[in-house]
């Protein structure tokens, strides 16, 4: 059973910066996809961020040029730097990790944003 961890949340100002990581149990490079969803109450969980084993990376039109997503194979991590930070990101922050057709999902870090 893979087990992803996140950390890094936290409350910052409108305009302001933060880092989420999550660390996973297991490699990285054997999932198909890893990435960054969000979730506020009454609303379907969405994807901000993802990395694929290609190398690609799929961003949110919301986030592009505000958010970047990173792999660090050796420490068996991924992270989401987010910079410009809006009160409308405000959300709980899940890591996804995919492999076929399994996910896993971290318990999630909430991302307050305060006008």
């Known amino acids: 059973q893979v087990q992803l961890v996140e950390s890094g949340g936290g409350l910052v100002q409108s305009g302001g910066s933060l880092k989420l990581s999550c660390a996973a149990s297991?490699?990285?490079?054997?999932?198909?996809?890893m990435g960054w969803y969000r979730q506020v109450p009454g609303k379907e969980r969405e994807l901000v961020a993802e990395?694929?084993?290609?190398?690609?990376?799929n961003y949110a039109d919301s986030v592009k040029g505000r958010f970047t997503i990173s792999r660090d194979n050796a420490k068996m991590s991924i992270h989401l730097q987010m910079y410009n930070l809006k009160p409308e990101d405000t959300a709980v922050y899940f890591c996804n990790a995919q492999r076929g057709p399994t996910n896993w999902w971290g318990q999630g870090t909430q991302v307050t944003v305060s006008s």
């Open positions: 297991e490699r990285i490079f054997g999932f198909n996809a």
């Open positions: 990395s694929r084993i290609s190398g690609r990376t």
